[in-house]
């Protein structure tokens, strides 16, 4: 059961990551390819549940879900530029998967080498994505200076 909620934790995780490019699309009148896409990805995951369910069970499950948002997922990246003429933020979106691979790293050794009580190991991991954040740019410290500064008097 632990094994479903880590792969449904990473489902969850993807499709955050990737459901603005959903409502970019929408919101741009091309809700019949996201909507055949997203179809297209419940009729596999029905039909994969069916296949490996049986014998594998709901670990076969979750697994499946997860490779249906992934592909979903990579539609959205596919379809964005194509169907809207927005072009993506590749370098923003390495930092992300680099900013996120890191945390998990980090979170892996402090659960595997520290032996630390669970609120400890928690403020710890924040720290390091702090860390993190600001270490790959995905925010930057004088864009955190700018939310201190006062708005002008109208």
């Not at 809700?31 to 990805?41: Q, Y």
């Not at 702090?130 to 995905?138: I, K, R, S, W």
Request: hydrophobic share 55%; aromatic share 12%; proline share 5%.
């Amino acid at each position: 059961m632990t094994q479903c909620l880590q792969l449904l934790f990473l489902n969850v995780l993807v499709h955050a990551f990737f459901a603005i490019y959903s409502t970019l699309l929408t919101s741009t009148d091309h809700e019949k390819p996201v909507s055949w896409l997203v179809t297209g990805s419940i009729v596999v995951n029905v039909g994969l549940n069916f296949v490996f369910m049986p014998r594998y069970g709901a670990l076969a499950g979750a697994i499946n879900t997860l490779l249906c948002a992934v592909v979903v997922s990579a539609g959205y990246l596919w379809l964005v530029p194509r169907r809207t003429g927005v072009q993506l933020p590749w370098a923003m979106l390495l930092r992300l998967v680099l900013t996120f691979s890191g945390l998990c790293a980090g979170w892996y050794a402090l659960r595997r080498y520290a032996a630390l009580p669970w609120w400890l190991e928690a403020g710890l991991a924040g720290l390091w994505l702090l860390v993190l954040v600001l270490g790959f740019g995905v925010v930057k410290v004088n864009e955190l200076r700018q939310l201190r500064r006062r708005p002008p008097a109208v």
